[in-house]
Protein backbone atom coordinates (compact mmCIF):
# COMPACT_ATOMS: atom_id res chain seq x y z
CA UNK A 1 0.00 0.00 0.00
CA UNK A 2 1.52 3.36 -0.71
CA UNK A 3 0.19 6.95 0.51
CA UNK A 4 -1.04 9.59 -1.59
CA UNK A 5 1.40 12.36 -0.82
CA UNK A 6 -0.47 14.42 -3.25
CA UNK A 7 -3.47 15.75 -0.93
CA UNK A 8 -2.32 15.28 2.99
CA UNK A 9 -4.48 15.59 6.00
CA UNK A 10 -1.95 16.05 8.45
CA UNK A 11 -4.66 15.73 11.35
CA UNK A 12 -5.60 12.27 10.34
CA UNK A 13 -2.35 11.55 9.98
CA UNK A 14 -1.37 12.55 13.80
CA UNK A 15 -4.46 10.75 14.84
CA UNK A 16 -3.24 7.41 13.09
CA UNK A 17 0.29 7.80 14.66
CA UNK A 18 -1.36 8.03 18.12
CA UNK A 19 -3.76 5.11 17.90
CA UNK A 20 -0.79 3.43 16.48
CA UNK A 21 1.59 4.05 19.51
CA UNK A 22 -1.40 4.56 21.73
CA UNK A 23 -0.45 7.67 23.52
CA UNK A 24 -2.61 8.95 26.25
CA UNK A 25 -4.31 11.60 25.84
CA UNK A 26 -3.43 13.43 29.36
CA UNK A 27 0.30 12.84 27.80
CA UNK A 28 -0.62 14.75 24.91
CA UNK A 29 -2.01 17.81 27.09
CA UNK A 30 0.84 17.78 29.16
CA UNK A 31 3.01 17.81 26.48
CA UNK A 32 1.38 20.16 24.31
CA UNK A 33 -0.02 22.72 26.96
CA UNK A 34 -3.20 22.48 25.15
CA UNK A 35 -6.60 21.25 26.06
CA UNK A 36 -8.55 18.08 25.05
CA UNK A 37 -10.61 20.19 22.55
CA UNK A 38 -8.13 21.75 20.60
CA UNK A 39 -6.36 18.90 20.20
CA UNK A 40 -9.41 17.05 19.14
CA UNK A 41 -9.35 19.82 16.52
CA UNK A 42 -5.98 19.30 15.36
CA UNK A 43 -6.98 15.69 14.36
CA UNK A 44 -9.39 17.11 12.38
CA UNK A 45 -7.37 20.16 10.88
CA UNK A 46 -5.90 19.46 7.52
CA UNK A 47 -2.93 21.89 8.31
CA UNK A 48 -0.87 23.15 11.66
CA UNK A 49 1.36 25.27 12.31
CA UNK A 50 5.19 24.26 12.02
CA UNK A 51 5.67 24.76 15.73
CA UNK A 52 2.56 22.66 16.42
CA UNK A 53 4.21 19.91 13.68
CA UNK A 54 7.63 20.23 15.41
CA UNK A 55 6.26 19.50 18.67
CA UNK A 56 3.97 16.51 17.47
CA UNK A 57 7.10 15.25 15.26
CA UNK A 58 8.73 15.11 18.72
CA UNK A 59 6.15 13.27 20.60
CA UNK A 60 5.06 10.72 17.90
CA UNK A 61 8.94 10.70 17.21
CA UNK A 62 8.20 10.61 13.50
CA UNK A 63 9.09 12.85 10.98
CA UNK A 64 6.02 14.40 10.16
CA UNK A 65 7.52 16.85 7.58
CA UNK A 66 9.04 14.85 5.86
CA UNK A 67 5.42 14.24 4.34
CA UNK A 68 5.36 17.74 2.72
CA UNK A 69 9.31 17.17 1.63
CA UNK A 70 7.69 13.98 -0.38
CA UNK A 71 4.78 16.22 -1.69
CA UNK A 72 7.18 18.36 -3.28
CA UNK A 73 9.33 16.28 -4.62
CA UNK A 74 6.81 14.33 -6.24
CA UNK A 75 4.80 17.37 -7.33
CA UNK A 76 6.84 20.21 -7.36
CA UNK A 77 9.00 20.91 -10.86
CA UNK A 78 10.55 24.44 -9.23
CA UNK A 79 11.87 21.98 -6.04
CA UNK A 80 14.77 20.80 -8.93
CA UNK A 81 15.22 24.13 -9.94
CA UNK A 82 18.62 25.36 -8.19
CA UNK A 83 19.08 28.09 -6.33
CA UNK A 84 22.65 29.63 -7.89
CA UNK A 85 22.79 32.98 -5.73
CA UNK A 86 26.27 31.88 -3.41
CA UNK A 87 25.42 34.95 -0.85
CA UNK A 88 21.69 33.49 -0.09
CA UNK A 89 21.27 33.38 3.69
CA UNK A 90 19.00 30.59 3.62
CA UNK A 91 20.50 26.51 3.34
CA UNK A 92 20.31 25.06 0.08
CA UNK A 93 20.41 21.83 -1.33
CA UNK A 94 23.02 20.31 -3.31
CA UNK A 95 20.97 16.96 -5.11
CA UNK A 96 17.32 15.86 -4.64
CA UNK A 97 17.49 12.84 -2.75
CA UNK A 98 14.91 10.31 -3.33
CA UNK A 99 13.56 8.93 -0.24
CA UNK A 100 12.90 5.15 0.31
CA UNK A 101 9.31 6.09 0.58
CA UNK A 102 9.44 7.97 -2.82
CA UNK A 103 10.83 5.26 -4.63
CA UNK A 104 8.62 2.29 -3.35
CA UNK A 105 5.89 4.82 -4.21
CA UNK A 106 6.98 5.05 -7.82
CA UNK A 107 7.59 1.07 -8.12
CA UNK A 108 4.60 0.49 -6.55
CA UNK A 109 2.77 2.54 -9.17
CA UNK A 110 4.22 0.80 -11.87
CA UNK A 111 4.00 -2.52 -10.29
CA UNK A 112 0.36 -1.94 -9.93
CA UNK A 113 -0.20 -0.35 -13.57
CA UNK A 114 -1.64 2.75 -12.65
CA UNK A 115 0.81 4.65 -14.14
CA UNK A 116 3.84 3.75 -17.26
CA UNK A 117 7.11 4.83 -17.28
CA UNK A 118 6.51 7.64 -19.84
CA UNK A 119 3.25 9.06 -17.23
CA UNK A 120 5.57 8.29 -14.21
CA UNK A 121 8.48 10.38 -15.84
CA UNK A 122 6.06 13.30 -16.97
CA UNK A 123 4.29 13.78 -13.80
CA UNK A 124 7.12 13.86 -11.63
CA UNK A 125 9.44 14.73 -13.32
CA UNK A 126 12.30 12.51 -13.02
CA UNK A 127 14.30 10.54 -15.40
CA UNK A 128 13.88 7.70 -17.37
CA UNK A 129 17.23 6.03 -16.30
CA UNK A 130 16.15 6.62 -12.81
CA UNK A 131 12.44 5.05 -12.94
CA UNK A 132 13.57 2.24 -15.28
CA UNK A 133 16.89 1.66 -12.81
CA UNK A 134 14.11 1.66 -9.73
CA UNK A 135 11.89 -0.92 -12.17
CA UNK A 136 14.87 -3.15 -12.06
CA UNK A 137 15.80 -2.96 -8.71
CA UNK A 138 12.78 -3.52 -6.87
CA UNK A 139 11.10 -5.53 -9.17
CA UNK A 140 11.27 -9.51 -10.83
CA UNK A 141 12.89 -8.95 -14.08
CA UNK A 142 10.05 -11.30 -15.19
CA UNK A 143 7.55 -9.46 -14.24
CA UNK A 144 8.90 -5.72 -15.45
CA UNK A 145 7.57 -4.54 -18.80
CA UNK A 146 8.99 -1.17 -19.79
Known amino acids: MHYNFKDIHIGKII ?7 DIDEDRIVKFLKKPHGEIKKMYESKDLSSDLLLLWS ?12 QHLMLYSS ?49 PITTV ?5 KHTNKNDTEL
Open 15 to 21: LNLVLEK
Open 58 to 69: KLLEYDLFRLYS
Open 78 to 126: TYLVKNKNPDSKVPRFKKNIYTVEIIEFIVELFQNKEKTVSEIVKEYNI
Open 132 to 136: TRWIQ
